[in-house]
């Protein structure tokens, strides 16, 4: 795991993230834009955060803390870089930053269906819990 650097994302990194997305993530939002990461950017600079090997993006994961809460999205891994640690490090800097920031608890958007991303959260000490429910309203076409 000592090969793998974690570092914030910058402006840079927009268009190297979005096609990564496309290839290691599962599903996809109606924020998967140039422009919406963007903004995310713009208002929290430090919340998403890349792991690299060499000169290779490995994965991503978006640790965003609102003030109340710590959210996480986008823990994705390369399929090449799967079950060597990855997601285990990006997981670790985010609830670093989220302590740092005086969060409390953290919790995911998991896809009910991503198998794969359940094993993972649940060994990364995550929880899901089957009385809540997500409730979206997109808010432009």
């Not at 997305?21 to 955060?49: C, F, H, Q």
């Not at 994965?59 to 870089?81: K, M, N, S």
Request: charged share 30%; hydrophobic share 40%.
């Amino acid at each position: 795991m000592n090969d793998i650097r974690i570092r914030t994302a910058a402006p840079a990194d927009l268009d190297t993230v979005l096609a990564f997305w496309k290839e290691a993530a599962e599903g996809t939002s109606i924020s998967d834009d140039r422009d919406g990461v963007a903004r995310l950017l713009d208002r929290d600079p430090e919340s998403l955060l890349l792991a690299e090997r060499g000169d290779e993006l490995a994965g991503t994961v978006i640790a965003g803390f609102d003030g109340w809460r710590c959210h996480l999205y986008r823990l994705a891994v390369h399929p090449g870089h799967r079950r060597r640690g990855v997601a285990t490090a990006l997981l670790a800097a985010a609830e670093e930053r989220f302590t740092a920031l005086g969060g409390r608890r953290g919790d995911a958007m998991v896809l009910d269906e991503n198998g794969l991303a359940h094993h993972a959260w649940s060994a990364a000490g995550y929880e899901r819990q089957p009385q809540w429910s997500r409730w979206v309203k997109p808010l432009r076409p």
